[in-house]
């Protein structure tokens, strides 16, 4: 149910700071308004994550406030100002012309009313405004009624607005799944017409947008809506190289992967299902596969840290979710647990296989094992170090590597309870090593 926006409903920290640097832009002659998301929210019923402000008040007023600020976009007329520890985003009233890169308007003109502002917003839904001090709330281009009857419209011409910046495309998509709004008949056929926007979008802004969407709710939704639109595999970077030939079947398999994920898996999660095999062929998805993958993933120019953690997502996932049992091998099994992609591989192995209705037994028995361990068991002190080699005879080389790898899967299988025992065994695999023929002791002595 629908909401009048209320200050009493925001947090009293979010209040307090929206209060303050009203009051002060007052002071300047100009009434600060909370804008957009924050006040949509209040409007549904939800708790807004951050506040958003514009006012009359230009770059240069709003740096005599006496706040800190910092100049995001200053010549677009933005600047974050921290009031009492916390960001406040706040914009110049504003109108805007020729879009010629499809991101950023070739002319800015600073405004004065709030009907100048709502003109230039993208969605009716995000042109609410709402006076911090006096609970006012304006509604320039009919936002809440379009949210009570559950529908996504543009400010003005649709087609328009999409021409202007491809990405609001995307958000698009993402604002109908997550708001759970209907996009109006007019914006669907002008998103479908307006396709070729999305070819002036960066990947930077993409992934943005997609960090955004894998972090709240319904972001498979969203991906369907593109899809629906022939807009996915124009708005997101090297997708039609992982989906291949078949590309309907191939992104349905994907779809209902992400839906398995949960309602927000979050960037690494969603990326990894995303472009990685389909469900029923992760047997095939070896590690010159996963190369070819991840250099596709680079198209959407993710971190390094991001594309490290997919990675050994894929790893773990791909070796778990094909297995009808646990392996018998402690060692294996706590090795997958020493990934750093262990939470992220079990979970998509989880996705992977409640998709293709096979069974979680290994999954959960993996989970359950791992928080019975805790990180001692998980990671125990090795019984053997580098220099009980040595004080066991055996030359520096390729073989102490080898033989701290063998001590080490031998202790994690029980094979070796206690350090005396792992010094008996060093002592055979020393001996071992003074009679065999490659890299041993013998040998090594030999060439000295």
Same mark, same amino acid.
């Given at each position: ?172 998509? *993402?604002? =109908?799944?997550?708001? %759970? /709004?209907? #996009? +109006? !008949? ?6 479908? $017409?307006?396709? @070729? ?56 398999? *994907?779809? =209902?992967?992400?839906? %398995? /994920?949960? #309602? +927000? !898996? ?6 990894? $299902?995303?472009? @990685? ?172």
């Amino acid at each position: 149910m629908l909401r009048r926006p209320s200050m009493q409903d925001l947090s009293r920290a979010h209040a307090s700071a929206a209060r303050a640097l009203a009051q002060r832009i007052a002071t300047l002659g100009h009434r600060a308004w909370i804008v957009g998301g924050a006040v949509r929210d209040l409007a549904l019923g939800r708790t807004p994550a951050d506040v958003d402000m514009a006012s009359a008040a230009t770059p240069d007023e709003v740096e005599r406030t006496g706040f800190r600020t910092v100049p995001v976009g200053r010549a677009f007329g933005t600047l974050v100002v921290l009031v009492d520890g916390l960001e406040v985003q706040h914009t110049t009233f504003r109108s805007e012309a020729g879009y010629a890169d499809a991101r950023r308007p070739s002319s800015v003109q600073f405004g004065a009313t709030v009907e100048e502002d709502a003109s230039r917003r993208d969605f009716t839904c995000n042109a609410l405004y709402l006076d911090p001090s006096t609970d006012e709330v304006l509604d320039p281009t009919g936002g809440l009624p379009h949210l009570a009857a559950r529908e996504l419209h543009c400010v003005g011409v649709a087609r328009e607005r999409f021409q202007e910046d491809g990405l609001r495309l995307v958000r698009m998509a *993402r604002f =109908a799944a997550q708001l %759970e /709004l209907v #996009p +109006a !008949p007019d914006v669907l056929a002008a998103a479908e $017409a307006a396709r @070729g926007a999305l070819r002036g979008v960066s990947p930077e802004r993409v992934l943005i947008e997609l960090e955004t969407l894998f972090a709240r709710p319904n972001g498979a939704r969203a991906l369907e809506l593109l899809w629906s639109c022939d807009l996915l595999v124009l708005a997101v970077p090297g997708l039609v190289e992982r989906l291949g030939r078949d590309l309907e079947t191939a992104f349905r398999e *994907r779809a =209902a992967t992400l839906r %398995e /994920l949960g #309602p +927000a !898996p979050g960037l690494v999660r969603g990326l990894a $299902a995303l472009y @990685g095999p389909d469900p029923v062929a992760t047997n095939a998805f070896g590690h010159a596969e996963r190369r070819r993958a991840l250099d596709v993933l680079d198209q959407l120019r993710v971190a390094r840290s991001t594309r490290s953690a997919v990675a050994a997502a894929w790893a773990v996932a791909c070796e778990v979710a094909p297995l009808a049992r646990v392996p018998a091998s402690r060692a294996q099994r706590v090795a997958w647990m020493q990934s750093p992609g262990f939470d992220d591989g079990l979970a998509l192995a989880r996705a992977w296989n409640r998709h293709l209705r096979r069974g979680t037994l290994v999954v959960d028995a993996l989970v359950a094992e791992r928080e019975a361990l805790g990180p001692d068991g998980v990671s125990p002190a090795p019984w053997l170090a580098a220099q009980d080699l040595e004080d066991a005879g055996i030359p520096r080389g390729p073989a102490w590597g080898r033989i701290l790898r063998e001590a080490e899967v031998e202790q994690l299988d029980g094979g070796l309870a206690t350090r005396d025992a792992a010094l008996a065994w060093l002592a055979r695999r020393a001996s071992e090593l003074g009679h065999d023929g490659g890299n041993t002791l013998r040998s090594a002595k030999d060439s000295g």
